[in-house]
């Protein structure tokens, strides 16, 4: 869905993923911006868990996280989405209730 997606509409995505992440982290009392990254940057682990009522195809379980990433390394959670920065795993869990994500980040 989001290759297929228009640039501009996947920009106005982003843009609503980082004012939301923004506004989660504000709610736990989070420094913004989070990280101050140079040099010494530390490698950072994300692991998504999205809850479902049926399961997705592994290549669009990895590839709907494409725009969150970006969201992430805009507002700066991570450094940058290369494998040389972050270590990604997406997990789903098939539930019968409501639809949600839940994203925990831990430095490596």
């Not at 009392?29 to 950072?44: D, E, I, Q, S, V």
């Amino acid at each position: 869905m989001l290759e297929r997606m228009h640039w501009a509409v996947k920009r106005r995505l982003r843009s609503q993923l980082q004012w939301e992440l923004t506004a989660v982290l504000a709610d736990m009392g989070r420094k913004l911006p989070p990280l101050l990254y140079g040099k010494t940057a530390p490698r950072r682990c994300v692991i998504i868990t999205t809850y479902r009522p049926r399961r997705l195809d592994p290549d669009n379980a990895y590839g709907g996280c494409k725009v969150l990433l970006d969201a992430m390394r805009d507002i700066g959670l991570i450094r940058n989405d290369s494998p040389k920065w972050l270590e990604l795993v997406v997990e789903q869990k098939i539930e019968k209730c409501d639809c949600r994500t839940e994203i925990l980040i831990e430095d490596l």
